[in-house]
């Protein structure tokens, strides 16, 4: 990493302790000249992270024969309602001096409400699918994917923010060191100043959990896109995701975090309970869409398009063409064969009819000889 001054960068790594101790953040990327206006790492990196989130969503819902206007305005709408409802929720729990002091608009990674701006994008973009008339569970088997990979890139920005660090880990040998003013040296300061000299300018070395958490995004990522390939029914992949990220996240990355909760049920927190019980709640709705799609499984399969799917993607748009001429040729078929018999008919009677004036003529011929 690059040399930067103390506070505002990077300051690359130190040999030290148990190892190698690298100090990485950058909470301000840069300032507008003239405005004063500082663009922050962590908002700018979850911009780019929603954007990856939709153009996988996208991608992957035009595979799935889903409309991408609507798919794409679902996204946007829920994503939009998510962010701001995970600011202000943040908001209202501060006391009422400090949060007026914070701008609305101001998205760091530490002053956002996550699991409140989840809860409320999934239902904005259930409301919109609804009423458009798409599958909501089909949108949300595209989505969850896509929020895997821009979570990826979300972990970055927190690794630049230096939010969200792990517990101290002195003798690990690829442990962070976050320098003076990064939220990990602040709290040092405030729980551990024992153990930091007078004169430091960095923290302590801690595990580096953003970087586990865009390991385990990672991880969940690759099982929905297999859960993809093999799926049966509607759900399948978007509960896949979900017990997997909680599962992962529960057990492997909450042991590794500073801000872990206090243990309250054996070595497990509050969080890692509520994280079990909703993983293990999905796992029986995963288990009862399985048996109901095997009794009726072509109502679990809307990826194979219906009536919300573009017009040329819908069942039986392949053979529309050839089904049209087909029926043209049937219902022209007994027309011109009526009409043939007509003619041959109607050639046959003029045969019949002129012969027999033929003959007429003939036994009045004869009959004037004789005479």
């Given at each position: 990493m690059?040399?930067?001054?103390?506070g505002?960068g990077?300051?690359?790594?130190?040999a030290?302790?148990?190892?190698?101790?690298?100090?990485?953040?950058?909470p301000?990327?840069?300032?507008?000249?003239?405005?004063?206006?500082?663009?922050?790492?962590?908002?700018s990196?979850?911009?780019?992270?929603?954007?990856?989130?939709?153009?996988?969503?996208l991608?992957?819902?035009?595979?799935d024969?889903?409309p991408?206007?609507?798919?794409?305005?679902a996204?946007?709408?829920?994503?939009?309602?998510?962010?701001l409802a995970?600011?202000?929720?943040?908001l209202?729990?501060?006391?009422?001096?400090?949060a007026?002091?914070?701008?609305?608009?101001?998205?760091?990674?530490d002053?956002?409400a996550p699991?409140?701006?989840?809860?409320v994008?999934?239902?904005?973009m259930?409301?919109?699918?609804?009423?458009?008339?798409?599958?909501?569970?089909?949108?949300f088997?595209?989505?969850?994917?896509?929020?895997?990979?821009?979570?990826?890139?979300?972990?970055?920005?927190?690794?630049?923010a230096?939010?969200?660090?792990?517990?101290?880990a002195?003798?690990?040998p690829?442990?962070?060191?976050?320098?003076?003013?990064?939220?990990?040296f602040?709290?040092h300061?405030?729980?551990?100043?024992?153990?930091?000299?007078?004169?430091a300018?960095?923290?302590?070395?801690?595990?580096?959990?953003?970087?586990?958490?865009?390991?385990?995004?990672?991880?969940t990522?690759?099982?929905a896109?297999?859960?993809?390939?093999?799926?049966?029914?509607?759900?399948?992949v978007l509960?896949?995701?979900?017990?997997?990220?909680?599962?992962?996240?529960?057990?492997?990355?909450?042991?590794?975090r500073a801000?872990?909760?206090?243990?309250?049920?054996?070595?497990?927190n509050?969080?890692?309970?509520?994280?079990?019980?909703?993983?293990?709640?999905?796992?029986?709705?995963l288990?009862?869409?399985g048996?109901?799609?095997?009794?009726?499984?072509?109502?679990?399969r809307?990826?194979e398009?219906?009536r919300?799917?573009?017009?040329?993607?819908r069942?039986?748009?392949?053979?529309?063409a050839?089904?049209?001429?087909?029926?043209?040729?049937?219902?022209?078929?007994?027309?011109?064969?009526?009409?043939g018999?007509?003619?041959a008919?109607?050639s046959?009677?003029?045969?019949s009819?002129?012969?027999?004036?033929?003959?007429?003529?003939?036994?009045?011929?004869k009959?004037?000889?004789?005479?």
């Amino acid at each position: 990493m690059r040399e930067a001054p103390r506070g505002d960068g990077a300051s690359g790594c130190s040999a030290g302790g148990g190892g190698r101790h690298c100090e990485a953040v950058l909470p301000v990327m840069f300032s507008v000249p003239g405005l004063g206006w500082e663009i922050h790492a962590y908002g700018s990196i979850l911009a780019l992270a929603l954007l990856v989130a939709w153009v996988v969503t996208l991608s992957l819902g035009r595979k799935d024969r889903l409309p991408p206007g609507r798919l794409g305005m679902a996204f946007v709408l829920g994503v939009g309602t998510g962010v701001l409802a995970a600011r202000v929720v943040w908001l209202l729990q501060r006391p009422a001096a400090e949060a007026s002091a914070e701008p609305l608009w101001a998205l760091r990674g530490d002053q956002l409400a996550p699991f409140a701006g989840v809860l409320v994008a999934a239902m904005v973009m259930g409301i919109y699918a609804m009423r458009r008339r798409v599958p909501v569970v089909a949108v949300f088997d595209v989505v969850a994917p896509g929020l895997m990979a821009g979570a990826m890139v979300e972990r970055l920005g927190a690794l630049a923010a230096g939010i969200g660090f792990g517990d101290v880990a002195p003798e690990l040998p690829w442990a962070l060191r976050f320098p003076v003013g990064s939220p990990a040296f602040v709290e040092h300061q405030r729980t551990l100043a024992e153990l930091l000299p007078p004169d430091a300018t960095q923290s302590l070395p801690v595990h580096p959990t953003q970087v586990y958490a865009l390991l385990l995004a990672g991880v969940t990522l690759a099982v929905a896109l297999a859960v993809r390939r093999r799926r049966r029914f509607s759900g399948q992949v978007l509960l896949a995701t979900g017990i997997t990220y909680l599962l992962l996240r529960t057990l492997v990355e909450e042991w590794f975090r500073a801000d872990a909760g206090t243990p309250t049920m054996g070595p497990l927190n509050g969080g890692q309970l509520g994280g079990l019980v909703v993983a293990g709640s999905m796992g029986v709705v995963l288990w009862s869409r399985g048996r109901l799609a095997a009794v009726k499984p072509e109502a679990f399969r809307p990826w194979e398009g219906g009536r919300w799917s573009p017009p040329d993607q819908r069942p039986g748009a392949g053979r529309g063409a050839g089904a049209a001429t087909a029926d043209g040729a049937m219902a022209a078929g007994p027309g011109v064969g009526r009409g043939g018999a007509s003619k041959a008919g109607g050639s046959r009677g003029g045969v019949s009819r002129g012969g027999a004036g033929k003959r007429k003529r003939k036994a009045r011929g004869k009959g004037k000889k004789r005479r």
